[in-house]
């Protein structure tokens, strides 16, 4: 599966295209490593030494345990409040950041990131937490630019895995249940909200109703900011990617998909021949031929670019140029990486940050609307 940051033929440039997952090449490559792992681990524990839970985990919280989470291979039990937190994916570190909980290992930003291999949402969070990177408290970092990165999530000695948002595979879960207890996505590949995330994970962790808080104070921040924009009520919209380099070059994404769902969430409709489209559908992009470009019919499209020179182009080019949207001056085309990636793998820390400079784009692709 191609990552949900970038779709079709965009998934394959550089590490921009980092698929979220490859699967070991073999039986007996997986079996070593996983051996490998449990001797580092009888020999020693090479993760951080610091809790992944407040050292003072109140009594209410340890009494809701064991709990039981279904997902898409099952369902998986956790018998106490978990103390060593691991995180795969993206989005997961997010949430549990936000409930106050320091992950001991999670996966670098490799793209989008910064030169910590962070983001500026997560940074904040986690310095809140005295557990800035840098510092002794801070979470391990571990590369996924190869897939789920089996032998450093097992050296960190995890007491639960989570990956509420995330494309893993059966055998990706398999695995990593020889590790410790996962928490996989409900049902889509990279198509679960932020809000089902945020509620997942408060469940696995003993904090349920500091998710259910989470989750409505997120979205009471979203709606006072949504507010200031009224231009935006109803506007039709389209989420895609465009690339006049690519005789491919159009993906659009679908419902499952969570740059749409936030969109819809604010009061905008999505276009309704995406909305047709992603009917039975279980992926999260659509791939659209560019000689039909003049059918994605919306008020605004909104796309991702490498530079300010692909926007002249998209503008110029005989097919993508008629699409209605960005005929009419309507389309949103940020090359803002960290920006694209707050809106992508949204999550209760993304979010609030991206609004201030998200939101003035739409509204002025709004404004534009004939």
Not at 275 to 284: D, L, P, R, V, Y
Not at 339 to 358: G, K, V
Request: hydrophobic share 40%; proline share 6%; net charge negative.
């Amino acid at each position: 599966m191609t990552s949900p940051l970038f779709s079709g033929p965009l998934a394959g440039r550089g590490s921009a295209g980092t698929t979220r997952r490859t699967l070991l090449k073999t039986a007996g490559k997986a079996t070593a490593v996983l051996a490998a792992a449990a001797l580092t681990l009888t020999a020693c524990s090479t993760g951080p030494v610091s809790s992944a839970s407040d050292a003072g985990a109140t009594t209410s919280a340890s009494a809701q345990f064991p709990v039981t989470i279904k997902h898409v291979f099952g369902e998986t039990t956790i018998k106490e409040q978990p103390k060593r937190v691991v995180t795969v994916s993206w989005v997961n570190d997010d949430v549990t950041i936000a409930l106050g909980v320091v992950p001991v290992g999670v996966p670098k930003n490799e793209w989008g990131g910064n030169d910590k291999g962070s983001t500026p949402w997560k940074d904040a969070a986690l310095e809140k937490l005295g557990a800035g990177f840098g510092s002794d408290k801070a979470p391990a970092q571990f590369s996924e630019a190869d897939g789920i990165n089996f032998t450093e999530i097992a050296k960190l000695n995890p007491d639960v895995i989570l990956g509420a948002y995330s494309g893993l595979t059966e055998e990706d879960y398999k695995k990593l249940t020889e590790i410790a207890p996962v928490v996989a996505h409900p049902e889509l590949a990279y198509g679960t909200s932020w809000q089902d995330s945020t509620s997942i994970i408060g469940k696995a962790l003993g904090k349920e109703a500091e998710a259910t808080k989470l989750i409505a104070d997120t979205e009471a921040t979203i709606k006072e900011k949504v507010a200031a924009y009224p231009q935006l009520a109803d506007k039709s919209f389209i989420y895609g990617n465009l690339e006049p380099a690519k005789s491919n070059g159009v993906n659009v994404y679908t419902a499952n998909d969570n740059r749409p769902k936030f969109l819809s969430a604010i009061g905008m409709q999505l276009a309704p021949i995406v909305e047709e489209k992603s009917k039975g559908s279980k992926e999260f992009f659509i791939e659209w031929s560019a000689e039909k470009a003049n059918e994605l019919e919306s008020d605004i499209f909104v796309t991702w670019v490498p530079d300010s020179k692909t926007t002249e182009s998209i503008k110029a080019d005989p097919l993508l140029g008629q699409i209605p949207a960005v005929k009419n001056g309507a389309m949103v085309a940020d090359s803002d990486n960290t920006l694209t990636l707050s809106i992508s793998a949204s999550s209760p820390l993304s979010l609030p940050w991206s609004l201030d400079t998200f939101l003035p784009q739409l509204a002025k692709a709004a404004d534009a609307v004939k």
